[in-house]
């Protein structure tokens, strides 16, 4: 392919979702809990989320070509049970109301306020009790210090940071 770019995204690699998702898969009844997706992009962490059962999945993504294409696979696919908001994923923290059980958050790295996707989510109380808030980004990012961090996982340049209620 040459210079036509048709995403304005990162998708999180194979390898990395898979690893995430087993790790998931210990810890959750996909069946029965509520996910938020923010920064969508290519919407295949909740596509992800669909296939393995979840019934309530909301993902956000700000970027037009982005979301066209996530309300065209969508559609093709006969999804019913994925919401999609287009519009900031800052703004969505500061509207949305409580009661996720898993928020994941895959941000452009190099994104202004990246630091402070933690804080938002548990100081607005976002997640139910033992909820997570998982959050990729790259190396350059540490957060073992956040009063919520539970783990971090690597997978090559993919990094997973995990909070936990």
Same mark, same amino acid.
């Given at each position: 392919?040459?210079?036509?770019?048709?995403?304005?995204?990162?998708? *999180?690699?194979?390898?990395?979702?898979?690893? !995430? /998702?087993?790790?998931?898969?210990?810890?959750?009844?996909?069946?029965?809990?509520?996910?938020?997706?923010?920064?969508? %992009? *290519? @919407?295949?962490?909740?596509?992800?989320?669909?296939?393995? @059962?979840?019934?309530?999945?909301?993902?956000?993504?700000?970027?037009?070509? #982005?979301?066209?294409?996530?309300? @065209?696979?969508? +559609?093709?696919?006969?999804?019913?049970?994925?919401? *999609?908001?287009?519009?900031?994923?800052?703004?969505?923290?500061?509207?949305? !109301?409580?009661?996720?059980?898993?928020? /994941?958050?895959?941000?452009?790295?190099? !994104? +202004? @306020?990246?630091?402070? !996707?933690?804080?938002?989510?548990?100081?607005? #109380?976002?997640?139910?009790?033992? %909820?997570?808030?998982?959050?990729?980004?790259?190396?350059?990012?540490?957060?073992?210090?956040?009063?919520?961090? +539970?783990?971090?996982?690597?997978?090559?340049?993919?990094?997973?940071?995990?909070?936990?209620?």
């Amino acid at each position: 392919m040459t210079g036509n770019k048709i995403f304005n995204a990162r998708p *999180t690699t194979d390898f990395a979702r898979e690893s !995430l /998702f087993n790790i998931l898969n210990n810890y959750f009844y996909f069946d029965q809990i509520k996910v938020l997706d923010l920064f969508s %992009g *290519t @919407g295949s962490i909740s596509f992800e989320f669909v296939s393995r @059962g979840c019934k309530n999945v909301e993902m956000v993504e700000n970027d037009a070509k #982005n979301f066209k294409f996530i309300c @065209g696979a969508i +559609k093709e696919l006969n999804i019913e049970n994925l919401k *999609t908001i287009k519009g900031d994923a800052f703004w969505f923290l500061e509207k949305c !109301l409580p009661g996720y059980d898993i928020i /994941f958050a895959d941000p452009p790295y190099d !994104l +202004k @306020g990246i630091e402070d !996707l933690p804080m938002k989510v548990f100081e607005r #109380n976002l997640l139910k009790d033992d %909820g997570w808030f998982i959050l990729e980004h790259s190396k350059s990012y540490h957060f073992n210090e956040h009063p919520n961090f +539970k783990e971090e996982r690597k997978y090559g340049a993919v990094h997973f940071s995990i909070f936990m209620k």
